[in-house]
Every structure is written in C-alpha cells, then in structure tokens.
C-alpha cells in the first residue's frame, strides 16, 4: 500500500480479527484418520464405497482439516466462502451469495453482518439496478482474504495432498458436474 495511514488501518483491522479468534480457545487440527483394526471391520460396508457417503466425509475430513487454518484469521468456512465471493469482480447480491453456498438470504445476511463488523466488507449499490445492493469486499477484506487462502493453500496434512494433479483436476471437474 502505498498509504501509511491506509496501511495501519489495515494492519489494525487484521490483528483486531487475529485477536478475536486468539480471545478464545484456538482451534486445533482434529485426527481424521481411521485406525486399521476399524476400516479393517468396515472396509466392505456398503457406505465405504456410497458416493453420498464419501463425499459428506471428504468433506468433514477437508473441514476439519481447515477449521484451524480458518480460526487463525477470524474466519469461520462460512465467512471464508462468502469472503472468496466477495473478492470478486463480479460483486453478488445476497439473493446471490444464498444460491451459491446454499444458504438462506437471512444466514446470508448474518455472515455479511459478521464480515461487515470488522471491515472486510461492505454493501453497495448495484450497479445493475437502483434498488438493489451487492457486497463487495473492502481492501482489507482483499488482503486478509488473500493470507487466509495462501494459508490454506499450503496448510499442513492436506487432504488433497494424496492426489497427483491431475487427479484434482479430475476431481475438481468431476465434483463441478455435481455442484453446477
């Protein structure tokens, strides 16, 4: 940034939303691991080769995986998300952020409230039409958003990890045609 004042406002808000997650009880990495007596007496239930069921654990296994990495910036999965969205050029509406993280307009509007309390975001008009608002998020948003994915990027035991690149890329396409 070249404006010191601009620069200590944002080095303000990211340590006020660092200090408000460190307030409580850190969040830490949970073992998602099965034991192998365990996936030994399961490993030919059915629900070990159900999509449905693979998918909510992959899942709850990148979650809880995450979690930790989320807390540390005064982020929850929620916040995150619609942080991401956010950052965008194309700034969503709150009809729009519900539809794409399958939310209600009212949790919505709570996770905006959250992001919008400390500064990472803020409601402007649409530009696309006088009566309504987008969300877009503040500079400050930009930049704590942008070291809480290069955070999660490179995040210790990442489950993705196992899978060469082009088998994310697979996966990534694969799980788009379920999504979209």
């Known amino acids: 940034m070249d404006n010191p004042q601009a620069e200590s406002f944002s080095n303000g808000v990211t340590a006020r939303v660092k200090s408000m997650s460190s307030a409580s009880k850190p969040v830490e990495s949970r073992d998602t691991s099965i034991d192998e007596v365990t996936f030994a007496r399961f490993a030919d239930h059915y629900l070990f080769a159900d999509p449905d069921f693979l998918l909510a654990r992959a899942r ?12 540390e910036y005064g982020l929850s999965a929620g916040t995150y998300f619609l942080l991401a969205l956010t950052c965008a050029d194309a700034s969503p509406s709150v009809a729009e952020l519900s539809q794409i993280l399958l939310i209600s307009d009212v949790e919505a509007e709570l ?13 402007r008009p649409d530009p696309r039409s006088k009566n309504a608002i987008v969300i877009k998020a503040t500079p400050q948003g930009e930049e704590l958003f942008g070291t809480a994915r290069e955070a999660l990027l490179t995040m210790e035991h990442d489950p993705m990890a196992a899978l060469s690149l082009a088998e994310r890329k697979q996966l990534t ?8």
Do not use: G
């Open 60 to 71: 709850a296994v990148n979650a809880a995986r995450a979690l930790p990495y989320f807390s």
């Open 173 to 180: 396409e694969l799980l788009a045609r379920i999504a979209f």
């Open 111 to 123: 996770l905006i409230d959250e992001l919008e309390r400390l500064f990472l975001v803020a409601r």
